[in-house]
């Protein structure tokens, strides 16, 4: 138990995990369950929080990026509650942000093969087209680089109805 949470605590640029930052990493768990957002796009908007939010809309539209549904109203104010505990939490850190922030970069790819992605670059090898696929290969090399933002986004909804192509993919 005590890898994941180091693993988690790294995730969330903690300076370090206590017995009190159990109760915050399991409503990370319960609440990313609830809303079921884009775990690697969530963790990289998460890096560049603001230290502090005036109100729910302000959190839902930090975050919209990482969303496949608009959040319910139950949603929305628990993930409200979710990032005022993070925060306060977070303003106990005994590192600076920039460095809980490099903490950060270095435990959330920001770029994960997703399974359409590389069934897309399958259906170009099969055409004789093999620039999709060396692209993913690069990707896959430095999947903490921005360089490969073109495909930092969430699942197309398309690939959701297309076998092979609808697992959701972990940023862990």
């Keep these: 138990m005590g890898g994941i949470l180091c693993m988690m605590g790294r995730k969330l640029g903690l300076d370090q995990v206590s017995q009190l930052d159990r109760d915050l990493i399991s409503q990370f768990e319960k609440t990313l369950s609830e809303i079921q957002p884009d775990m690697t796009i969530f963790y990289q908007l998460l890096i560049d929080l603001p230290l502090s939010v005036d109100d729910e809309e302000a959190v839902a539209d930090h975050f919209k990026q990482a969303l496949y549904d608009d959040l319910t109203a139950e949603q929305r104010t ?29 435990a959330n790819p920001r770029f994960v093969l997703r399974n359409y992605l590389l069934h897309q670059a399958i259906e170009g090898l099969e055409k004789g087209d093999d620039a999709l696929f060396v692209k993913l290969q690069e990707a896959i090399k430095e999947p903490y680089s921005d360089k490969f933002d073109e495909f930092f986004q969430t699942r197309p909804e398309w690939a959701t109805q297309k076998a092979g192509c609808s697992m959701l993919s972990c940023s862990s």
């Design 78 to 106: 628990a993930l409200y509650t979710l990032i005022s505990n993070y925060l306060e939490r977070l303003n106990t850190n005994k590192i600076r942000r920039s460095d809980s922030q490099e903490i950060m970069h270095k």
